[in-house]
């Protein structure tokens, strides 16, 4: 293989995986990890991917995420209230002993600073969700690695699913960006949506927290049915045509 037939293919596996690893590349093209280090140092320089401890990044995925993501400090005040009520209630769900999982949405967020500290298990993808735990003592934290969605301060990619994929838990609390009675749940990007794809995979009760300005709204990428989920916790203010056709396709919604 010449070395600009290499460079094309390290910038096509990155682009198609999020993020791969020196070794990775490595074998894959057949040469010595030294080689692809500096094979990724010329491909830095000019501008086709980024560097990452271990590997590399895709740009084309960096900026998706910057271009789709709405930061975490606007998300955080956006309909405040409800999502303070919606964790309240979902923090009432939570039994000692249990494994859960937590996505990066603020009403995770909202839901780790309200956990008593009892013995439990919590798996995240979350920057901001692992440090709102960090001063409980009786909290297990383990988190994600992963490409760094640098708004939404979230872990993503190949590396983020592999890692939940090693977990079973008991219940997962996640939000998205829009629900749709007929097309489902979505997200912003395609990372967030595989992530999500991945957490519901390894949970056993799944427990969607959308406050009501995200019905009728359908989002870049689609992440399950709304038969996916076990449950929606949402805010009184949803539209009562929405609440109607969701409770007779049988989903259990509850209103704070």
């Known amino acids: 293989m010449l070395v600009a037939e290499r460079y094309e293919k390290i910038v096509q ?3 198609e995986n999020g993020s791969m690893r020196v070794t990775e590349l490595s074998e894959l093209c057949g040469v010595t990890e030294e080689t692809i280090r500096r094979d990724l140092d010329r491909l830095e320089a000019a501008g086709r991917l980024r560097r990452s401890h271990g590997g590399a990044v895709s740009i084309k995925d960096l900026a ?7 930061p975490h400090a606007e998300r955080e005040v ?20 249990e494994r859960i999982l937590l996505d990066a949405s603020t009403t995770a967020w909202y839901m780790a600073r309200r956990l008593p500290d009892m013995h439990l298990t919590v798996l995240t993808n979350s920057i901001h969700v692992a440090t709102a735990l960090a001063v409980k003592e009786k909290i297990q934290v383990i988190s994600t690695g992963g490409l760094l ?26 939000s998205c960006k829009g629900v749709h009675v ?20 390894i949970a056993d009760e799944a427990i969607l927290l959308a406050d009501s300005s995200k019905f009728g709204v359908q989002a870049f990428t689609q992440v399950a049915t709304l038969s996916d989920v076990d449950g929606i916790i949402t805010d009184a203010k949803l539209d009562p045509d929405i609440l109607r056709a969701l409770r007779e396709k049988g989903i259990a919604v509850s209103l704070v």
């Not at 998706?64 to 709405?70: K, M, N, Q, S």
């Not at 007929?182 to 995979?201: D, F, H, P, Y």
Request: net charge positive.
């Open 13 to 15: 596996l990155v682009n």
């Open 182 to 201: 007929e097309r489902g749940i979505s997200e912003s990007n395609e990372l967030q949506a595989r992530v999500k794809q991945t957490m519901l995979g």
């Open 149 to 174: 969605a640098q708004r939404s301060l979230s872990y993503v990619g190949p590396l983020a699913e592999r890692s939940l994929e090693a977990y079973h838990v008991d219940k997962l609390f996640f």
């Open 78 to 97: 956006a309909h405040a209230e409800e999502k303070r009520r919606i964790a309240e209630e979902a923090v009432g769900r939570i039994r000692p002993g």
């Open 64 to 70: 998706l995420l910057r271009g789709a993501e709405t």
